[in-house]
């Protein structure tokens, strides 16, 4: 949600803070602020608005201190004033803090503060932590974070420095993640490896209920019960120039078109053609219990669920298994009542998403077994899973989805052929799906190869208000998706439907003002597909088609026409997304939107 980078070392802290808040303002940016260390002065400064806000501020100013803390806001609590910017501050400004999560009991916090005569200035939940850290300090900052934490309920990754402390950054995490950094001339914390990556890819993940204490020449790390714990750095595989633009105007374009590659990648070393059944190293741990597994629940919010969605179509085209799924928000909630075992695939590009946490922990209660497909190594889903698969598909920064949920897809494919081949599904099929996948990559270069068309086609059409989408099968949820690829980024209301259900409603919206998109390859549900958009067009709706290439009879029926490569109906979808992506692109892009960052959205969606 907000995002968090410090930096302590031999080098000026300034332009290290505001290039990671750059590299993190996807996660949240209303406001922005950091507070930097030389010796016993601090500089301190927070700006409305996006990152440049900050930097115009600071502009004027020479901030000389190698040591600081730095963050990007995503509001939750109190409206996007300089007020309620981060860091916050105790009435003696000695102590600096900055915030990612929830504190639960701030009121209560708050009043009692209030009653013993401390003045607040803003209205965060952040701002009783500060107060309640220089409530503690005795001269050791880590102990009265540690102090701190016993006292607050709710999630959080803090990062506090203090004005007698200096060159010494203390961080401690409950549900919000933090990462610290090793680097060469200095150490660093993150609540996103992307802040730091250009510095340095050895990292330490710091788990719930840890707090570490960060200097130029190292780390500790402890409990919250003041336990040592001894931790090495991990490598991460992320290129500094993952986290560039590399010429494309946006990520989320940039993203688009890698992703050939993020399919390469999904599959890399996993596709085993002779005997049909893929290798997925990260189950293994659990193959046994794994492979007699019956029922399987899918968790998920989004974008992720709608990857879900589709899975749920492959695992039963696929498998015998009974497969649900669900919207991690809602599952959390439910009366759960597994069969004996139960799978829980908990699905996230970030590894962060509270709700998807949440209900992994829900269903761990209930003895429910976990799995993850995650894109960001080490993050909690991937932790609290018993055994998973990384997506190893980069960092995505653009704020909507694109490569991670055909990367889920494929994934889920894997996942679905080779717990298929060790029940009915034959050799032939195993190989023709393996087949099949190996394409994919090329596949998808063709549909981006049109990019022009479908950037003509939004010019012509990205003036409506209204629009619906519907498939049928595995390409009803990249209706959803389409819907909300739209939505999201260009502010247009779009509807996903499955198209079965147009005449139980959504018909009477049908007029010369409102444009379909109908998802219509040439697969089992085709003759279906075409019966609903004749059922438009008698209706004077317009109808964008995406369906199988060469299929004349669907280019005459419909006004515009995007055609995808003929591959498998489970495979379709991965295809059918990218033309839906790129409606939803240009149309942002055509009405001027902030198309990396739309409004009231975040990448990482840490609280509830
Ligand atoms: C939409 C989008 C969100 C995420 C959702 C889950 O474009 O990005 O709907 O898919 O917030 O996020 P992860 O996959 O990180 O759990």
Redesign the pocket.
Known sequence: MCGIVCYVGKKKAQPILIEGLKRLEYRGYDSAGLAVQNGDHVDYFRAVGRIVELEKKIHDHDITGSSGIAHTRWATHGEPTEENAHPHTDQEKNVFVIHNGIIENYQILKSKLQKNGVRFSSDTDTEVLAHLISKYFDGDLCEAVRKTMSKVEGTFGIAVIHRNKPGQIVVARRGSPLIIGVGKDGNFAASDISAMVRYTNKVVHLNDNELATITEDGFTISTAQAIAVQRDAETVEWAPEDAELNGFPHFMLKEIFEQPETLRNAMRGRLEQGEGVPRLGGIMPVWDTLKECRHIVIV??????FAGCVGRYIFEKLTEIDIEVELASEFRYRKLNFPHNTYIIA???????AD?LAAIREARRKGAKLLGIVNVVGSSISRETDAGVYNHAGPEIG???TK?FISQLTILTLLALLLGRHQNLSLTEGVEAIRALEVLPEQVQTILSEANHIQAIAEKYYHYNNWLFLGRKYCYPIAMEGA??LK?ISYIHAEGYAAGEMKHGPIALINPDMPTVAIAPKDSMYDKMINNIQEIKSRKGLVIAIGTEGDEQLKEMVDDFIGIPPTLDILNPILAVVPCQLIAYYCARFLNRDIDKPRNLA???TVE
């Open positions: 998920a919010c989004g974008t992720s669920y699905m996230s590009q970030s590894g962060e998403t998807t704020v909507a989805s991670i909300l690829k999201e990448k990482s969606v």
